[in-house]
């Protein structure tokens, strides 16, 4: 499943954030209205095919790039990536050790 179809229902059983920072996949008009009714700042760069483009505020899109690299170092783990617990509730177990580990270090 794509980001952009998972966004609206987690945004929606979420408190608003000040900022959402997503890639351009997620860049769709509906999301970015989505966004504004509820006084979100989309940081959000265009995709190429968009005939005008919509300004975002790259500073901040450059801190995605930590949360990307902490997902990856996360997935390292055989375990998590491919999902060998049975239970939820052990996954997100293991998944909160991984990356207490990898804070750590």
């Not at 769709?28 to 700042?41: N, S």
């Not at 390292?76 to 617990?85: L, N, P, S």
């Not at 996954?91 to 750590?104: G, K």
């Amino acid at each position: 499943m794509a980001d952009i179809s998972a966004a609206p229902p987690l945004l929606a059983a979420m408190p608003a954030p000040a900022r959402l920072i997503a890639d351009r996949g997620c860049d769709a008009k509906y999301l970015r209205g989505a966004l504004a009714a509820r006084g979100v700042e989309a940081v959000i760069p265009s995709t190429r095919s968009r005939k005008c483009a919509i300004p975002h505020d790259a500073v901040a899109y450059r801190e995605r790039n930590k949360i990307e690299h902490a997902f990856c170092a996360i997935k390292d783990g055989r375990r998590i990536a491919t999902r060998q617990d049975k239970l939820a509730w052990n996954f997100v177990s293991a998944t909160a050790i991984a990356a207490a580990i990898i804070w750590w270090t």
